[in-house]
């Protein structure tokens, strides 16, 4: 299987295992969110390699068939993969909105999925930790959810980047992604620990399969 079937699989063979674990995860978020409707969510892991941004793609994907307007940013600036799942030009994304070259509606492709938007990451800039934790960021924030039912952020590992913590409480929900037989348990207990000082709503955690 390609790398992009494996990072699209809701989409691309919706009737799989996969996908319809996938579409589990959906109503669990869902059902977490009776008495308070998440609206953004960041999604990250303790560790690099563990599967998140496949996870973020393929949970975007889901709640887009499902028929909601969704927004998923690739804010992992340092290290991008949403646009190459996605098979999209990263020239200009997150970083030019965030810095004021590029308006939110110029930057966000559409995708043939739903109606799923793609923001993707734009070039890497030199300060990424001060760019997430802009006012520029907290009014993208506030303007993806005037347009958008949700909003889902690919985050930097939390244990490798300030940027998570400072997008992880601006954020209504985190969702920590751990890989089966990669995840070390103290570096997944510490990154809970870094969550909860960051004051974020840690939603649950995911087992990645990566085998």
Do not use: W
């Amino acid at each position: 299987m390609s790398d992009r079937k494996k990072s699209l699989i809701t989409y691309i063979n919706p009737n799989s295992l996969i996908a319809e674990q996938y579409r589990t995860i959906r109503a669990n978020i869902q059902f977490s969110s009776v008495e308070k409707k998440f609206r953004s969510i960041a999604v990250t892991s303790p560790g690099f390699g563990e599967g998140k941004s496949t996870t973020v793609s393929n949970l975007a994907i889901s709640m887009a068939q499902q028929g909601e307007k969704i927004l998923l940013i690739d804010a992992d600036v340092r290290n991008p993969t949403i646009h190459t799942a996605f098979n999209l030009n990263n020239d200009v994304g997150l970083t030019n909105v965030l810095i004021g070259t590029s308006s939110v509606n110029d930057a966000v492709y559409q995708t043939e999925i739903g109606r799923l938007g793609v923001l993707t990451s734009g070039p890497t800039p030199p300060n990424p930790a001060e760019l997430i934790g802009s006012e520029a960021m907290r009014n993208l924030i506030k303007k993806a959810l005037a347009d958008y039912d949700l909003v889902l952020f690919d985050c930097p590992s939390v244990l490798e980047a300030a940027d998570t913590k400072i997008l992880a409480n601006e954020c209504d929900g985190v969702i920590l992604v751990v890989s089966s037989g990669k995840t070390d348990k103290e570096k997944a207990l510490e990154a809970n620990r870094v969550l909860t000082m960051a004051r974020a709503t840690l939603l649950g955690v995911i087992l990645n399969d990566k085998k």
